[in-house]
């Protein structure tokens, strides 16, 4: 029996700074004549299509698709300062898990042609990853910050595990 046809499903994290680094590399993954759908928000959709020659620039990729979902926020919300962030995350996982659970599902498998057979995710949408992982479908993190800002990010956890953060005093720093 032959394989499925490699069709990937994308999911950026919808925010200033990662949308892009995930279409370019949506776009190299349709270069190299893959399917790809790309799950983006409503509010993102319609600043790419007013600001942007987005349509223009995928029209020559026919295995491209953008799949436009709410991100949970209320339309006039700002998506800047404070909390924001976590309102999106609490949003997305309400609005876009279900609609995961349904593609990624064994039944949906026989209904999309080709089914997806790859889950490209923004590294700090976790819940995408469980959905993936429940449904055997393989996961991979993406991240559109630095190196630095990774390991950073990865390792103050472990630093405040370790009593390490908050710094003790500033006498600390002399020893």
Known sequence: MSSPSPHILMFPLPAQGDLSPMLKLAELLCLANLKVTFINSTHNHRCLTRYSDIETRFSQYPQFEFKVIPDGLPEDHPRTGGMWLLELLQGLKSNVQPFLRERLSPE?????????????????????????????????GFTAVGACALWAFTCIPKLIDAGEVPFKAASSFHK
């Open 108 to 140: 949906s498998r026989s209904i999309h042609n080709p089914p997806v057979t790859c889950l490209i995710a923004d590294a700090l949408l976790r819940f995408a990853f469980h959905v993936a992982n429940e449904a055997e479908v393989p996961a991979i």
